[in-house]
Each structure stands twice: as C-alpha cells, then as structure tokens.
C-alpha cells in the first residue's frame, strides 16, 4: 500500500489551533543565543544592580553619619563580615539548612495529604463539596493568627515548625492537583470508557498524567510558602535546632546589621533555587509534551 | 453478539456485525434526537449516514458503544472489540505516537511485545513510521487522526464507527485521508459506519449512503454507491459521482425543510 505523505510537515496543525509556532520544533536542534541576546538578558538587569549598589553606598556614605551607619553598612562590609568571615556564614549557612531541612519535611507531607485529599475529591463530588469550604477556611487564616496557636498545641520544637509549613503550603497543592486531575478532555475520558478501564486506571493513565502541568504549578507555589513556613514558624518557635528565623531574630536584637542583611540575602537566595529547582524538575518531567512549559524558566 | 464470519464475502450474504433496531433517543430535557432509527451493517459494508448539523448522528454512535443509553429500541454489536474514532484525535499529549498508538491495546490487556508489534504494524499502515517518537503537539491536523486511525486499527476491529473524524482538517488532507480509509476498509475487511456531513466524502468512500433528517434524526433515504474499490482519487471528478452526490444533496436539502 503507497500512502501519500503530503501533510505531513512538522508543526503548525492543519486545524491551526493546538501547535504552539512559538515553541522549538521537537527533534530540531536548539536555538542558540547568540552573544546580542546574551546581552539583551542580562544587561538590564546587571545595571539595574549596580545603580542599587549605587544607591547603597550613597545611602551608607553619604546620609547616614557616623553613629547611625550601623543601619545600613556599606556592601563591602557586608561581604567581609557576612559572607568571608567563615564564623559567621558557616552559622548562617547552619541555620538555613535547619530551615531547609523543615521546609522540605513540611512540604512533602504537604504533598501527601494533598495528593491524597484531591485524588478523593477527584473521585466523589460529595467529598469535594464537603472539604472545600474548610480548605478555603485554612487558606483564609493567617498564619500569624495561628501560630500561637500550634505553639499552645505541640510545643515550640521542630514539630510546630513543620506544622506551620504544611498548614501555608497545603492548599495550592490540593486545589492545582484537583483541578488538573479534572482536566482530562470529556473526548478522552470517553475513549478510556469505551474501553472499559477501571477507576484506578482511568487515574493511572488518564487524570494523573494530565494533572502534572497544574501539579507543578501547584509544587511551585508551595515550596516557595513552605520556605516561608519554616522561617516564619522559627521566627516564633525557639526550641530545638536553630533555624534561620532565630538567626535573623538574634542579628537584629543585637544590632548585627551586617549579619541581619546576610541572613536576609541568604533567605531570598533558598527561596530562588527553591523556585529554579521545581521550574527544572517541571521541565524535565513534562517538556517534551506540554506547550506552556520551559517559558517561564 | 459476535460476528460469524471472519472472512470477507459479499455484503448481501453475511449477517449484520452491527444493527440498529427501532432505536429511539430522547434526552432527558425532552430533546427528541433520534426517532426510530433501524439499519444494519455487515462486513464488507461501508455505509455513511450524512445529514445536517445536529440531527443526531453522532447521538447514533454513542449509541451503539454504549457511551449512550438509547431511550427506546435495541443496539445489536460486540463492544469487546469495537473501532471507535472519534471527531477529535484525542491522543494523549504526554504520549509519543508509538505509545499513543499502544494505549488501547495496553488497555485491553496485552503483552508488552505483542502490542508494541502490532502498533508498529498499525503506524506503517497509516504512514507515519517516521514519526513514532514524535509528541502530537509536534504533529499537523492530519497527521493526528492518522495516529488516531492506528490505534483503533491495533485493536483490529470488526465494526468500525467514525464520528466526523475528518472535519477539523483541510481539504486535500481530508481527500487524502478518504483514499486512505478506503483502502483500509478493503485491506483490513471491517465493517464500516461513517458519521459526516460532506456528500463528496461519503459517496467515495462507502457502499451505502443514507440521509438523516434534522431533529429529530430519521433516515429519510438510501442510496447504493455502485463503484467498484479500489476507488481512485479522480473517480471525483466522474459524472456519475456527481450525479449520485447531486441527488443526494437534494434529498437532504429536502429533508432539511
């Protein structure tokens, strides 16, 4: 049999609807940056920090008199005292990873009350319609009401850190994972009927596999909230290890400046390679297929 | 009930693989989709029902999968093995071609090489083994309801429903796809019930037209289509092509008013 091949070139659909022309051909080389784009990338944002830095020094130097510097030490200091005085960026490097080590805790037991209660809600409009006013409720609470709350309950130890970072991060989870479970198309979800697959299959191979843009955007948001979870939850919850919260609460009683703004760039730093890291693992487990992923990273 | 014959013989011999029985469809908002409907299918029969937008022909083959529930009549086939394709492609966008092209196989149990084999088969038939790595988002229009056609064909089917498979696709794709089908309907021998609303479409392809009326949906006529397979691309252009799409036409504009 000769079968004519006319339509068959890559991309852009005959329908023209669901190709993305914006996206690099599959099987293609990649694009590379050529060195006008490098600069059109980084450029701005290069100069952008150096007229803060600027700005900085003015600030430290030019406004502040002597006796008052202590609010805002020049860059260089900062460097020297936080950064290169192995002391106190080894303290400081200490305390981040207690505060890691909680943030990841907390989420992945986020992730597993999460999956679980959306895959229930996914299966029963009953329960979905039972639960989802309480979860709303949850996500409405701020966390500071709360906190003393969780500390009043299970002490002011690891477990209420943990505590407070599943608590912040838990709802983008159930509510993206829901509804990328219920994003399957009908068409689909026809075709699995028509051939007599089971709930756990239909799951399997259907609903999960479709869930998994909105579940990484779901994993996102709540990595970069269990981040702030656990320092936040520190902040108030002394006992046990100490965590960056305690580091930046102690830095600012005693006037540390330097230290404070090292911890503070530190914190916003975990919380960017947070950030990166799931932009990364969402590329890497659904880049080839899906359309929007890989633009944002 | 399951088909008697396996092998291909002359439609006016072999028992129906599919028949439709008085089949009546009202939704429950008091819609009256189809009224009484009955028609047969044997192997070897190609038979399209072309009628006006919403007139319940695809109401026809949600019926017979069992996707729906008819309100009145009876639906006579073997679900088991039922070919089902549908107006979209609907492959999975986190699968491959190849991997697409195995899914109703792996839901139907088989072994791993078996269907893996018998995908590969199904993905040359259709012509695009240069494509089994491939995501769906990379392929055209065309190219998806090819992949679509080979996973129903893994199955290797006995019935056959096409729910206006090729609508969404360009002209000279959908003649394209059309000569391909008809050569499927010949090399694989399944009995064949087509969906559309293009007369041209259906007088090549098949070896029985009927006209269904708007809603409520009723066969209103049926033609013979008296040419011979393999049908070539320029049968087309034949004036007695024409003329039989001619008096369909009219049949359906008639029915239409």
């Known amino acids: 049999m000769t079968i004519t091949q006319d339509d068959q070139q890559v991309s852009k659909g005959d329908d023209g609807s669901s190709t993305n022309t914006s996206a690099p051909v599959l099987g293609g ?11 059109r990338t980084f450029l701005p944002p290069v100069l952008l920090g150096a007229l803060i830095v600027g700005a900085w020094y003015y600030v430290s130097y030019g406004l ?8 805002l030490r020049p860059p260089h200091e900062i460097l020297q005292v936080g950064f290169l005085d192995w002391d106190h960026f080894s303290e400081i490097l200490q305390a981040l990873w207690s505060s890691t080590r909680v943030a990841l805790i907390g989420l992945a037991i986020s992730i597993a009350i999460g999956f679980f209660l959306a895959t229930i809600m996914s299966q029963t409009k009953i329960v979905e319609r039972a639960i989802f006013p309480y979860m709303v ?9 709360i906190v003393p709350l969780i500390g009043f309950w299970w002490g002011y130890g690891t477990t209420s850190r943990i505590a407070v970072c599943v608590i912040i991060s838990l709802f983008p989870i159930i509510v993206n994972t829901l509804f990328g479970l219920q994003s399957a198309e009908r068409g689909l979800h026809d075709l699995f009927t028509l ?27 709540s990595a970069g909230l269990s981040v702030i979870g656990a320092i936040v939850g520190d902040y108030f919850f002394g006992q046990g290890a100490v965590g960056i919260g305690q580091l930046l609460k102690r830095y600012s009683s005693r006037l540390e400046g330097e230290e ?11 919380g960017v390679v947070v950030f990166l890291f799931f932009g990364w693992l969402q590329n890497v487990a659904i880049g080839k297929w899906h359309e929007t992923s890989g633009a944002d990273s | 009930m399951t088909a008697a014959d396996s092998t291909l013989q002359s439609s006016s011999v072999v028992a129906p693989v599919l028949s439709f029985d008085h089949i009546q469809m009202t939704f429950p908002d008091g819609t009256e989709a189809v009224r009484d409907v009955s028609l047969n299918v044997s192997r070897g029969e190609f038979v399209t029902i072309v009628g006006p937008s919403g007139c319940g022909k695809s109401t026809l083959l949600k019926i017979a999968s069992g996707l729906l529930e008819a309100t009145g009549g009876n639906v006579t086939v073997d679900r088991d093995r039922l070919g089902y394709v549908f107006q979209d492609a609907t492959l999975l966008p986190w699968r491959t071609v190849l991997s697409n092209v195995e899914l109703l196989a792996e839901l139907h149990d088989m072994p791993k090489d078996e269907r893996r084999q018998l995908a590969l088969e199904a993905i040359e038939t259709v012509g695009l083994s240069g494509f089994v790595n491939h995501y769906p988002r990379s392929l055209s229009g065309g190219m998806k309801m090819r992949a679509s056609l080979a996973r129903t064909l893994t199955l290797k089917p006995p019935v056959f429903l096409f729910d206006e498979p090729f609508g969404a696709v360009d002209e000279i794709t959908r003649e394209h796809l059309n000569d391909e089908t008809q050569r499927l309907f010949q090399s694989e021998g399944f009995a064949g019930l087509f969906i559309t609303h293009s007369i041209a479409e259906a007088v090549f392809m098949s070896t029985k037209v009927m006209v269904m009326s708007a809603r409520p949906g009723r066969i209103v006529a049926e033609f013979d289509v008296p040419f011979d397979y393999p049908r070539k691309p320029e049968l087309r252009f034949d004036p007695e092509f024409a003329a039989l799409s001619g008096e369909i036409s009219r049949e359906l504009r008639g029915s239409h008013q």
């Open chain 1, 29 to 39: 080389k990649k694009r590379r940056r050529s060195g006008a784009d490098l600069a």
């Open chain 1, 64 to 71: 502040l008199t002597q006796e008052r510097r202590f609010l």
């Open chain 1, 137 to 145: 409720m949850l996500q409405a609470i701020p966390i500071l009401a």
């Open chain 1, 195 to 221: 051939h007599h697959a089971s709930r756990l299959t239909r799951l399997r191979k259907l609903m999960f596999p479709a869930a998994r843009p909105a579940i990484f955007a779901g994993l996102r948001i």
């Open chain 1, 260 to 270: 404070l703004l090292a911890a503070v760039i530190m914190s916003s730093a975990l």
